[in-house]
T-cell receptor
């Protein structure tokens, strides 16, 4: 069975401090993993993806994520938050060869000045 | 390349009516998926079309249907609208082969309000 758990529904950080958004997954097959960001009233934008190459994946806007198979985690990080990072973030798992995508429930990131 | 486009961007309908939403994928993409997003239920998968065939389906009633044309453009239809159908409907396109490394690209969505 496939599932995604985003451990925090809301995260609040101050501008300039690190961001950590946590994601755990369950997949019966070798998965591809993605992080998407959604700004208010907009569609989802791909931040980064993991597809069994390097375990540390760099994305756009300074975000990166590390795939840890032993912990079944794919946490999203950024060293220094910017006000424009305030948005909702979705972790997505897609089991290999199935072209199905399973979305987490989302984490809303608030960035305080 | 142009991104995924969805029309219309906003719709207001009354209960009992039907509605058709349109999605044009990125050029060369053959898979189109539809999602419903609401504050209470989050993102829910409706269905996926690949080469004019429905390949995957979520858990929605038969009032929700879709189709894909030979140019990969897709439409979804909701008949007999209910208040609970008010949502942001998102379309996503991907290359669509069986390799799951094909990420999805999302359109801006159609905001449907049912009164």
């Amino acid at each position: 069975a496939q599932s995604v758990t985003q451990l925090d529904s809301h995260v609040s950080v101050s501008e300039g401090t690190p961001v950590l958004l946590r994601c755990n997954y369950s997949s019966s097959y070798s998965p591809s993993l993605f992080w998407y960001v959604q700004h208010p009233n907009k569609g989802l934008q791909l931040l980064l993806k993991y597809t069994s190459a390097a375990t540390l994946v760099k994305g756009i806007n300074g975000f990166e994520a590390e795939f840890k198979k032993s912990e079944t985690s794919f946490h999203l990080t950024k060293p220094s938050a910017h006000m424009s990072d305030a948005a909702e973030y979705f972790c997505v798992v897609s089991p290999y060869n199935f072209n199905k995508f399973y979305f987490g429930s989302g984490t809303k990131l608030n960035v305080k000045p | 390349k142009a991104g995924v486009t969805q029309t219309p961007r906003y719709l207001i309908k009354t209960r009992g009516q039907q509605v058709t939403l349109s999605c044009s994928p990125i050029s060369g993409h053959r898979s189109v998926s539809w999602y419903q997003q609401t504050p209470g239920q989050g993102l829910q998968f409706l269905f996926e079309y690949f080469s004019e065939t429905q390949r995957n389906k979520g858990n929605f009633p038969g009032r929700f249907s879709g189709r894909q044309f030979s140019n990969s453009r897709s439409e979804m239809n909701v008949s007999t609208l209910e208040l609970g159908d008010s949502a942001l409907y998102l379309c996503a396109s991907s290359q669509g082969g069986r390799a799951s490394s094909y990420e999805q690209y999302f359109g801006p969505g159609t905001r449907l309000t049912v009164t």
